[in-house]
């Protein structure tokens, strides 16, 4: 029998160009092999194009613009890495607004890599125990985060890695802070 842990549950996956294959492939994955329905939100309709470390990946499809996209409409959020991806997201006001609203109702986020730079902007780090790609620790840190050099750390709904080596431990933390809901 199916894995059913997430049935019911809808995940926004927010990406853009230049997000890192596995850290977008992986946690959908894990997702919907528990259940859960798995929606890519970008600022942009079409293809997102992923990056496999220095090189062009493949794309994926996007399932809904985030200017159609309703925040209330899903349960937790998924913020993949990659360099470019969440750099260009945090310039992007509808998709920081888009993160606030999972910060403020407490439900489930989770993000790796560089993933959690749009934390920053949104304003959801500031005492938060968090782990990330380790060129971010002095981001995080400035931002208020307790920032350590961990697989997966878990600090009240708030799931954080640091590289694709991490997608392990991230996924199965992922989907049981998801199971658990608003924190």
Known sequence: MPDQTLAGRKVAVLATDGFEQSELEKPVEALKAAGAQVEVVSPKGGQIQGWEHHDKGRTVLVDRELSAAKPEDYDSIVLPGGVMNPDALRLEPKAIDFIKHFVTTKKPIAA????????????????????SWPSLEADLTNAGANWVDQDVVVDNGLVTSRKPD???????KMVEEFAEGRH
């Open 166 to 172: 991490d997608l392990p431990a991230f996924c199965a």
């Open 112 to 131: 790796i890599c560089h993933g959690p730079w749009t934390l920053i902007n949104a304003g959801a780090v500031k005492g938060k125990e968090m782990t």
